[in-house]
């Protein structure tokens, strides 16, 4: 089984500050770990995913997220906020059960100007 | 290549009343999964298709139903609504099952309000 815990409900950052936003997985086999942003009333789009390979991984929009398996942490990071950022995100988890994925609460992030 | 869309993007139904949406998925994708997006519980999985059969289910009662047809289009159908129905549904269709390559692509979902 999968879960993750996404920490923060909400984020606040002024505009051009780190974004970091924190996302812990717990998971019984490898798991693939993905990102993805949702503006207000619209689906979800993938910012970035962790399969195999390299732990540090790059998305759209300037956004990065590390996975680090001792810390069974997969924070998405971006170093200068945008105006455009604020939105929803949620960490997700999906394992060998590729057609289903395991979603965090979600964390809004608001950027004041 | 189009998205994945979702038709009609608002409902409003009465309790009671049932309800069907619709999916078409990313032209060449397999697999379709529905979610069901609430601000209480979040995004919770519905179930999957693939190959026009349900391959998975989450944790939700018999009213809620689906089937994919061959060209793998996808329908939920919701029977006897209660107003906890109410919910953006989210549908996401990936190319195949394979976990590596497995990325899936949302909808913009349906927004169902349940009076």
């Known amino acids: 089984a999968q879960s993750v815990t996404q920490l923060g409900s909400h984020v606040s950052v002024s505009e051009g500050a780190l974004v970091l936003l924190r996302c812990n997985y717990s998971s019984s086999v490898p798991p693939y770990l993905f990102w993805y942003v949702q503006y207000p009333n619209q689906g979800l789009q993938l910012l970035l995913k962790y399969t195999t390979g390299a732990t540090l991984v790059k998305g759209i929009n300037g956004f990065e997220a590390e996975f680090k398996k001792s810390e069974t942490s997969f924070h998405l990071t971006k170093p200068s906020a945008h105006m455009s950022d604020a939105a929803e995100y949620f960490c997700?988890?999906?394992?060998?059960?590729?057609?289903?994925?395991?979603f965090g609460d979600g964390t809004t992030l608001t950027v004041k100007p | 290549k189009a998205g994945v869309t979702q038709t009609p993007r608002y409902l409003i139904k009465t309790r009671g009343q049932q309800v069907t949406l619709s999916c078409s998925p990313i032209?060449?994708?397999?697999?379709v999964s529905w979610y069901q997006q609430t601000p209480g519980q979040g995004l919770q999985f519905l179930f999957e298709?693939?190959?026009?059969?349900?391959?998975n289910k989450g944790n939700f009662p018999g009213r809620f139903s689906g089937r994919q047809f061959s060209n793998s289009r996808s329908e939920m159908n919701v029977s006897t609504l209660e107003l906890g129905d109410s919910a953006l549904y989210l549908c996401a269709s990936s190319l195949d099952r394979l976990a590596e390559n497995n990325e899936q692509f949302f909808g913009p979902g349906t927004r169902l309000t349940v009076l």
């Open positions: 032209s060449g994708h397999r697999s």
């Open positions: 997700a988890v999906r394992g060998t059960n590729a057609g289903k994925s395991t």
């Open positions: 298709y693939f190959s026009e059969t349900q391959r």
